[in-house]
């Protein structure tokens, strides 16, 4: 698949438009046997400043643990991007084209007390009701190690998520 697959879509994904100001999404991770790990929401505030998108993200998980991550995303050409975040080694890449976003970076992901350095390849999908559907394959050496699916919806600010609120 590739995203000149997409690109007669009549959904036409533009990343910057889309996560810019309040976002909410909904996520879950199964593991490899398709076994659900984890579960989480996340609250998404993205600013733009010309082709640069930054994004603010709070993880609240079904445990009760919290992270957050900021993301500074670059548009480096007409449908192409790269990213980069603290837990991210060296930079993602991204290309859309029509309703579809294929990303792909590698993760020093955090798991109990030890690290894992993952490869994520994330395919997103705009959908005509404005949902994002975010599925992303997480490998190590090659081998599929789990997947997680994502849903996101554009949140007006009064209707922020308030982490405290949903415990």
Do not use: C
């Not at 480096?76 to 975040?85: H, K, L, N, P, V």
């Not at 350095?117 to 705009?126: I, K």
């Amino acid at each position: 698949m590739t995203t000149e697959d997409f690109i007669n879509s009549k959904q036409k994904l533009d990343l910057f438009e889309y996560f810019e100001g309040h976002t909410l999404a909904w996520g879950l991770f199964e593991d490899r046997f398709g076994r659900l790990r984890r579960q989480f929401r996340v609250e998404i505030t993205g600013t733009v400043d010309g082709d640069t998108l930054v994004l603010d993200e709070q993880f609240l998980y079904a445990d009760g643990e919290q992270q957050q991550r900021t993301w500074t995303i670059r548009r480096i050409a007409e449908g192409r991007y790269s990213g980069q975040a603290a837990d991210v080694v060296g930079e993602a890449q991204g290309e859309t084209g029509g309703n579809a976003l294929h990303w792909t970076y590698t993760m020093d992901l955090q798991v109990g007390d030890r690290t894992l350095r993952v490869n994520f390849d994330d395919w997103m999908f705009l959908q005509p009701d404005g949902v994002l559907l975010n599925r992303a394959r997480v490998s190590k050496f090659g081998l599929d190690i789990g997947t997680v699916t994502l849903a996101f919806r554009k949140s007006p600010p009064s209707l922020q998520y308030d982490a405290a609120a949903s415990q």
